[in-house]
C-alpha cells in the first residue's frame, strides 16, 4: 500500500485521528520562528491540521502540503485559514525559496534512507537562503522500535509498506549536516487517538538553519 491510499484510509476510518490538541512541538517552533522573524511557513505532510492550526492561529501565514485527500477535506473544515495543496511534497507545485521556514511533523521517519534525503533537500529548497527548518520525528526510545522487519538500519517495516525510521540523535544530526543547527531535543507526545485512547510516543526535534 503507497503512503496516499494508507492515509486516505486512516483519515477515512478515524476522521481528526490524533484529536484537537497540538504537540508541544508547535510551542518550539513558533517561539524558534517569533526569535528568527519567520512569518511564512510550509507544513509539507500538514494532515487534518491538528498542528498547523496553532500556527495559523498565532498569526503566521501557513501553506500546507498533504498527500491524502481525505484529510484535505478533514482540514479545509479543521484549519480553514491554511492554504492547503493536495499533493505529494516531491511533486509540489511552488516556487523556490519561497518561505521563511518549514514544520514538519513527524513525517520524515516515514520514508527509507534516499527518500528521506530526497525530502530535506526539496524542502531545503522550498525555503529562503537562512531560512529555518524545524522537523520532529519519532525517536528509537518510542514503544515501537523494534516492531516489524528491520529493512534498513534502524527502519522498520512496522506493517505491509509502511516504514518508519527510529532516530537516535547522531542519526537525527547527521541528516541535517549540511545546515547549521539552531536546537535540537526531545519530548513525549501524548494524544487521545480516536480508536486506541492516550498513546504517548518519543519524539525528536531538529531546528536548523539553511
Ligand atoms: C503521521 S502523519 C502527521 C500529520 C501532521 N503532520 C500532524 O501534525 O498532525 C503524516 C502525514 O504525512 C502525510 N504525507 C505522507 N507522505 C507525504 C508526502 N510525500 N507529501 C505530503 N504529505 C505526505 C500523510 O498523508 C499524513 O497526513
Not at 486512516?10 to 520562528?33: K, M, R, Y
Not at 518549514?102 to 534525503?117: G, I
Not at 534498513?152 to 509498506?161: D, I, L, W
Request: glycine share 8%; charged share 25%.
Amino acid at each position: 500500500m503507497d503512503q496516499q491510499a494508507y492515509w486516505d484510509e486512516q483519515f477515512e476510518d478515524n476522521g481528526c485521528v490524533w484529536g484537537s490538541q497540538p504537540s508541544v512541538a508547535t510551542d518550539i517552533a513558533i517561539s524558534l520562528f517569533k526569535d528568527n522573524n519567520a512569518q511564512s511557513v510550509l507544513i509539507p505532510g500538514a494532515g487534518y491540521g491538528r498542528n498547523s492550526k496553532a500556527l495559523t492561529s498565532d498569526g503566521f501565514d501557513i501553506t500546507g502540503i498533504e498527500i491524502s485527500s481525505s484529510a484535505c477535506q478533514l482540514a479545509e473544515g479543521y484549519d480553514p485559514a491554511m492554504t492547503l495543496l493536495n499533493c505529494s511534497l516531491f511533486d509540489a507545485p511552488l516556487p523556490a525559496e519561497e518561505f521563511d521556514a518549514v514544520f514538519c511533523f513527524d513525517v520524515l521517519h516515514l520514508f527509507l534512507e534516499e527518500e528521506r534525503r530526497r525530502f530535506i533537500a526539496k524542502c531545503a529548497d522550498l525555503v529562503k537562503p537562512n531560512g529555518l527548518m524545524f522537523f520532529t520525528v519519532l525517536s528509537e526510545n518510542d514503544d515501537y522500535f523494534g516492531s516489524g522487519v528491520e529493512v534498513e538500519p534502524g527502519t522498520f517495516e512496522v506493517k505491509a509498506g509502511k516504514y518508519i525510521h527510529f532516530f537516535t540523535a547522531g542519526d537525527l544530526r547527521d541528516s541535517f549536516q549540511r545546515y547549521c543547527i539552531l536546537q535540537e531535543g526531545q519530548f513525549k507526545d501524548s494524544v487521545k487517538h480516536a480508536k486506541h485512547g492516550l498513546k504517548e510516543y518519543q519524539v525528536r526535534y531538529i531546528c536548523v538553519r539553511k
